[in-house]
């Protein structure tokens, strides 16, 4: 998925230094989070300009925070905690999200043979199915199944409890399977 | 899957797996040019004071944040303490003191939640505002002097009278401090009126000795009131300028 680390160094090694005071830490940093971010905030902004800016704006609160992160913790949802933030913010200040109308993908669902633009047309009505789970189902399907993150890393990413979040993951991925089967006739 | 404890219908499993593998990630070239951007922002952002003090560690902000409450409270309360004050009850003023100081610390501590942390349950937001509302109408409904119920006209006269603004003097300082602090997300905002009307309402217990019914509710609760809702509306009206 990712380009390999050019720096042996772990996250939270980099973390470290970068705290104090490594700037060639930070950029290795970047190079490693920028990617998985900005594939995650496009999931849920469907734009990849403000995707960059909420990609942005997460690296402009590690930076302002830095001195509050505990090198005894995992970077990863430290970091993960604060794009999803940012992004929960851009829906408050937008008073909506996107809306994503499952009508529209209804006819190209019926393509029984599983060519390449079938594939893209099964992704975009997942999608727009996703978009049709409430905020806190469709964050842990996004994290769990598409980041592929362990329920326990998302339970501290969303703030919530291990049990919890399995138990919305299994409503969600129910909800999502009605969902296309009702597209799909 | 990432948990092999939790199985998917065959069918929905192919169906994300599709969706997955159609992912793309940034090219290394896109990933430099959003880096040089960040990198631009931040020399530019480390130049000035308000970010420098955004980015002093959680507990160091909200340890000013609580000086400068205490600070505020002090310094209203040297202004003069109220004149009867050997004279009212002194668990009145025992509660009074003690509800509003703990609702204003835990204001001050919420209002500067890291971005770092998951969001605050909206419950629990709504609740502390809500419970700051009612302490401070149950402070004015039942004063040093017992319960009585304010006549609407002398309540209404009472806005007029300079306890409100020396509340709203003393409250606004409050406020500014914790949004100059505050890194977090916009609803810090309520809570950070919720923090100024409480501090302001807490120097008024300690400075004002009129003990009517009408003044306490027109005067005193106004405060909190008018802090929550009145800058509340500011920020909503300034957010739909901006768009």
């Known amino acids: 998925m990712d380009a390999p680390p050019s720096d042996g160094r772990t996250d939270e090694e980099l973390m470290a230094a970068y705290v104090d005071g490594d700037h060639e830490a930070f950029r290795e940093l970047f190079r490693r989070y920028a990617p998985v971010l900005?594939?995650?905030?496009?999931?849920?902004?469907?734009?990849?300009?403000?995707a960059r800016e909420v990609v942005q704006q997460t690296f402009f609160q590690v930076h302002?925070?830095?001195?509050?992160?505990?090198?005894?913790?995992?970077?990863r949802p430290w970091v993960f905690t604060i794009a999803m933030n940012l992004v929960r913010e851009h829906y408050r200040k937008k008073k909506r999200r996107?809306?994503?109308?499952?009508?529209?993908?209804r006819e190209p669902a019926a393509v029984i043979e599983r060519g390449p633009l079938e594939q893209k047309e099964r992704a975009r009505l997942l999608r727009a199915a996703l978009d049709r789970l409430p905020a806190s189902q469709r964050e842990v399907v996004e994290l769990h199944w598409f980041e592929e993150r362990p329920f326990v890393e998302v339970a501290a990413i969303v703030g919530s409890t291990e049990g919890a979040v399995r138990v919305r993951a299994h409503r969600a991925y129910k909800k999502l399977k009605e969902l296309l089967d009702k597209e799909l006739g | 899957m990432t948990d092999s404890s939790h199985e998917l219908d065959p069918a929905l499993e192919e169906w994300l797996s599709d969706a997955r593998a159609l992912e793309t990630s940034a090219s290394p070239a896109d990933v430099d040019a959003l880096l040089a951007d960040v990198e631009g922002s931040l020399a530019k952002a480390d130049k000035s004071p308000r970010f420098?003090?955004?980015?002093?560690?959680?507990?160091?902000?909200?340890?000013?944040?609580?000086?400068a409450c205490l600070a505020v409270v002090g310094v209203g309360a040297l202004t003069g303490l109220r004149s009867d004050l050997s004279e009212i009850s002194v668990a009145w003023l025992a509660v009074a003191v003690v509800s509003l100081g703990s609702l204003l610390g835990a204001s001050a501590f919420l209002a500067l939640r890291p971005l770092h942390r998951p969001p605050l349950a909206p419950w629990a937001r709504h609740g502390l505002?809500?419970?700051s509302l009612l302490a401070t109408f149950a402070l004015?409904?039942?004063?040093?002097?017992?319960?009585?119920l304010p006549a609407v006209d002398g309540m209404i006269r009472e806005m007029a009278s300079p306890c409100l603004f020396f509340g709203l003097f003393f409250g606004l300082p409050v406020y500014l401090v914790l949004r100059l602090?505050?890194?977090?997300?916009?609803?810090?905002?309520?809570?950070?009126?919720?923090?100024a009307g409480l501090a302001g309402n807490l120097v008024l217990q300690l400075h004002c000795p009129r003990n009517e019914p009408e003044h306490l509710m027109g005067a005193h609760f106004t405060v909190v009131l008018l802090f929550v809702v009145g800058l509340y509306a500011i920020h909503a009206a300034v957010r739909r300028l901006r768009g």
């Open chain 1, 38 to 50: 900005l594939r995650l905030t496009v999931r849920h902004l469907r734009s990849e300009e403000l």
């Open chain 1, 64 to 75: 302002a925070a830095r001195r509050d992160f505990r090198l005894d913790r995992k970077l």
């Open chain 1, 98 to 105: 996107k809306e994503t109308d499952l009508d529209e993908a």
């Open chain 2, 52 to 67: 420098w003090l955004r980015s002093r560690s959680t507990g160091a902000r909200r340890a000013i944040a609580c000086l």
């Open chain 2, 129 to 131: 505002v809500g419970l």
């Open chain 2, 140 to 148: 004015a409904l039942v004063g040093p002097d017992g319960h009585a």
């Open chain 2, 181 to 195: 602090f505050d890194r977090g997300p916009s609803v810090g905002a309520l809570i950070a009126a919720c923090a």
